[in-house]
Antibody
Framework: EVQLLESGGDLVQPGGSLRLSCAAS????????MSWVRQAPGKGLEWVSA????????YYADSVKGRFTISRDTSKNTLFLQMITLRVEDTAVYYC???????WGQGTLVTVSS | DVVMTQSPLSLPVTLGQPASISCRSS???????????LNWFQQRPGQSPRRLIY???NRDSGVPDRFSGSGSGTDFTLKISRVEAEDVGVYYC?????????FGQGTKVEI
């Protein structure tokens, strides 16, 4: 059974940093393009970042470019999202997902507030 | 960027009756391999999104056959043949053809 388990969400002050993790089981990350998708309270789904199956291509939404970095550790089968200079508007549930949406994690809540 | 436009954004439904959601892309979502990576998702309250349909019309495992997808090029439709109470939630279309993908705004289905 495929499982994606996110962790790392927390309450952080504006300007702070967080690193989200997504541990995969029953699923080999290096075989799939993977994404981070977020959902602000009461809002729709928004692509944040993605990484190709080869790891050679990455994508960032304009709203996070220069502040977020996607990476993966294939030996640990884990996807990461390093977030710095966090803003109030980054508050959301962050999901990791296979790029075509076949698999999703349960989400981890990031709250940016003073 | 490819823009995905759904309609309606709110859909009141009656149990046992059909329902339909439209999704239009700002450009073709046919990929160079000939496949059309247009997917539909259901998000029930408090849950993660769940994919229902992939590549326009293929149901994911465990998805009831009352859900069906159709369309081509830039116009796509998700249909529920007979709405059940468990179908309440928000439905999203998503194109996965143009990296990394784009979601529609979501359609809220409520009884």
């Amino acid at each position: 059974e495929v499982q994606l388990l996110e962790s790392g969400g927390d309450l952080v002050q504006p300007g702070g940093s967080l690193r989200l993790s997504c541990a995969a089981s029953g699923f080999t990350l290096r075989s799939y393009a993977m994404s981070w998708v977020r959902q602000a309270p009461g809002k729709g789904l928004e692509w944040v970042s993605a990484i190709s199956a080869s790891g050679g291509s990455t994508y960032y939404a304009d709203s996070v470019k220069g502040r977020f970095t996607i990476s993966r550790d294939t030996s640990k089968n884990t996807l990461f999202l390093q977030m710095i200079t966090l803003r109030v508007e980054d508050t959301a549930v962050y999901y990791c997902a296979e790029q075509q949406g076949g698999y999703w994690g349960q989400g981890t809540l990031v709250t940016v507030s003073s | 960027d490819v823009v995905m436009t759904q309609s309606p954004l709110s859909l009141p439904v009656t149990l046992g009756q059909p329902a339909s959601i439209s999704c239009r892309s700002s450009q073709s979502v046919v990929y160079s391999d000939g496949n059309t990576y247009l997917n539909w998702f259901q998000q029930r309250p408090g849950q993660s999104p769940r994919r229902l349909i992939y590549q326009v019309s293929n149901r994911d495992s465990g998805v009831p056959d009352r859900f069906s997808g159709s369309g081509s090029g830039t116009d796509f439709t998700l249909k529920i043949s007979r709405v059940e109470a468990e179908d309440v939630g928000v439905y999203y279309c998503m194109q996965g053809t143009h990296w990394p993908g784009t979601f529609g705004q979501g359609t809220k289905v409520e009884i």
